[in-house]
C-alpha cells in the first residue's frame, strides 16, 4: 500500500516521462530496502540515585546522600550495509559508549557486529556482520557531487516512516573540501527537505539511480524539512582505508 500511494503521488506530480522514470527508481530502490538495517546499542553506566535527606541525631545537621546506581539504556539508529563482506556504514554516535550493539535486519532478525573503525570528528562508523544471504549491498553514488536541487531519495527507519520512501531535493551545500593534491572541491555536508526523525539517522540518502548519495546524520530542531547527509565521497574515503 506505501508503495502504491507513493507512485499515485508522484504520477500525480510529475510529467509522463519523469514520471516513468521515477517509478523504476522506486523498485530499485525497493530491492534496497533489505541493505537497511536498524542498529541498537545498549550502553551501560553509573548513575546518581535521587537526593535523600535525613536528619543526623548525634550531630543534628541535615545530611543530603546520593549513592551511585548502575543504569542501562538502549538507543537506536540506522545502519546501510554497503559491501558483500557485511559491512554497515552508520553514524558514530549511533555505537559511541555501546556495550553492546546489535543489528537488526530487514526480516527482524538480530545479530550481533563487530566494530571495524569509529571516526567521530566526521560522525561516522563501520561496523561488520556476517553477510545474510540474498541481500544486496547498497552501492556508492558515481556522482562525486551533488548540486543544489538535484533530486534524492529517502528510506524511512522511524517508527513514522518505516520502510517508507520520500522524494526531495538538494537545497544547500556545505563548505566545499578539497582533497590533497587535487583541484576537485567536494561538499562537506548536505542539506535536504526531507523531515528525518528519531531512528532516522544512519539512513541512507539515494541518488536518482538509486545509489548511495549521502548518510541522513541531523535534522534542525524547531524547524521542518532542514536535514543534513554526510556526502557518499566522505564515507567512501573512510570506507577504502578498510579495504
Given at each position: 500500500?506505501?508503495?502504491?500511494?507513493?507512485?499515485?503521488?508522484?504520477?500525480?506530480?510529475?510529467?509522463?516521462?519523469?514520471?516513468?522514470?521515477?517509478?523504476?527508481?522506486?523498485?530499485?530502490?525497493?530491492?534496497?530496502?533489505?541493505?537497511?538495517v536498524i542498529i541498537r546499542a545498549d550502553t551501560g553506566g553509573l548513575a546518581r540515585s535521587p537526593h535523600k535527606a535525613f536528619r543526623d541525631a548525634k550531630t543534628g545537621r541535615i545530611i543530603v546522600a546520593t549513592k551511585l546506581m548502575a543504569?542501562?539504556?538502549?538507543?537506536?539508529?540506522?545502519?546501510?550495509?554497503?559491501?558483500?563482506?557485511?559491512?554497515?556504514?552508520?553514524?558514530?554516535?549511533?555505537?559511541?559508549?555501546?556495550?553492546?550493539?546489535?543489528?537488526?535486519?530487514?526480516?527482524?532478525?538480530?545479530?550481533?557486529?563487530?566494530?571495524?573503525?569509529?571516526?567521530?570528528?566526521?560522525?561516522?562508523?563501520f561496523i561488520r556482520i556476517n553477510m545474510p544471504d540474498g541481500i544486496e549491498p547498497i552501492k556508492f553514488s558515481r556522482t562525486i557531487n551533488m548540486r543544489l536541487r538535484d533530486r534524492v531519495y529517502h528510506i524511512g527507519t522511524s517508527e513514522?516512516?518505516?520502510?517508507?520512501?520520500?522524494?526531495?531535493?538538494?537545497?544547500?551545500?556545505?563548505?566545499?573540501?578539497?582533497?590533497?593534491?587535487?583541484?576537485?572541491?567536494?561538499?562537506?555536508?548536505?542539506?535536504?527537505?526531507?523531515?528525518?526523525?528519531?531512528?532516522?539517522?544512519?539512513?541512507?540518502?539515494?541518488?536518482?539511480?538509486?545509489?548511495?548519495?549521502?548518510?541522513?546524520?541531523?535534522?534542525?530542531?524547531?524547524?521542518?524539512?532542514?536535514?543534513?547527509?554526510?556526502?557518499?565521497?566522505?564515507?567512501?574515503?573512510?570506507?577504502?582505508?578498510?579495504?
Open positions: 500500500m506505501r508503495l502504491l500511494a507513493t507512485i499515485l503521488i508522484l504520477s500525480l506530480a510529475l510529467s509522463p516521462i519523469d514520471a516513468y522514470a521515477d517509478l523504476s527508481i522506486i523498485a530499485t530502490i525497493e530491492n534496497s530496502k533489505q541493505a537497511v543504569a542501562q539504556y538502549s538507543r537506536e539508529g540506522a545502519g546501510i550495509i554497503i559491501d558483500h563482506n557485511g559491512t554497515i556504514v552508520t553514524n558514530s554516535h549511533n555505537v559511541l559508549g555501546a556495550k553492546k550493539i546489535t543489528v537488526v535486519l530487514h526480516d527482524q532478525k538480530e545479530v550481533s557486529c563487530q566494530v571495524l573503525q569509529v571516526v567521530p570528528g566526521e560522525d561516522l562508523a513514522l516512516l518505516e520502510g517508507t520512501i520520500s522524494m526531495g531535493r538538494i537545497t544547500g551545500i556545505g563548505k566545499l573540501a578539497r582533497a590533497k593534491g587535487n583541484k576537485t572541491q567536494y561538499a562537506d555536508l548536505l542539506q535536504t527537505d526531507f523531515n528525518i526523525y528519531k531512528r532516522d539517522s544512519g539512513g541512507p540518502l539515494l541518488d536518482t539511480t538509486g545509489n548511495l548519495a549521502g548518510l541522513m546524520v541531523a535534522t534542525k530542531v524547531n524547524k521542518n524539512h532542514v536535514s543534513f547527509a554526510i556526502p557518499a565521497w566522505k564515507i567512501a574515503k573512510y570506507y577504502n582505508l578498510l579495504t
